[in-house]
């Protein structure tokens, strides 16, 4: 008897303050059978994380307000015991903020380029990964 495997979905929370990018990441993200949500400030963020603790946090570093290496923050900070995967995505490749990125909790960095149709195999090996963890 053949079994089949079934594949996790993954709950993934795009942040981003570019409305459009939210929605281009959702409808590729939900294309690869995703359960996408997204915010479009720190706050929206960090509102919908206590809601529901997504798996993935697609998470841009430049916003204005809470940026987002305050959010990386402030999630490992107030959810010590949970982890989801944090994948910083920025435009901003600068090794500085690549070290913030993971000095404040980020599990990986991803530099932003056009157009996002790669984006699926760009997380392929962490969504893989946190899929095992689930």
């Known amino acids: ?12 929370l795009v942040v981003d303050d570019e409305i459009t990018l939210v929605q281009v990441c959702q409808l590729i993200l939900e294309g690869e059978g995703h359960s996408v949500r997204g915010a479009v400030n720190g706050r929206q963020a960090l509102r919908l994380v206590s809601d529901e603790m997504p798996d993935v946090i697609l998470l841009d570093v430049m916003m204005p307000g809470m940026n987002g290496i305050e959010v990386c923050r402030r999630i490992r900070s107030d959810y010590p015991h949970l982890r989801p995967l944090i994948i910083m995505y920025t435009a901003d ?5 690549r070290h913030n990125s993971i000095s404040a909790g980020a599990d990986a960095f991803i530099v932003k380029k056009n157009p996002f149709l790669d984006l699926p195999a760009k997380l392929t ?3 893989a990964r946190q899929s095992c963890l689930i």
Not at 2 to 12: G, L, M, R, S, V
Not at 93 to 97: D, F, H, I, K, Y
């Open 1 to 12: 008897m053949i079994q089949e495997q079934t594949a996790h979905t993954n709950k993934i």
């Open 93 to 97: 490749a600068r090794e500085e903020v």
């Open 125 to 127: 090996p962490y969504l």
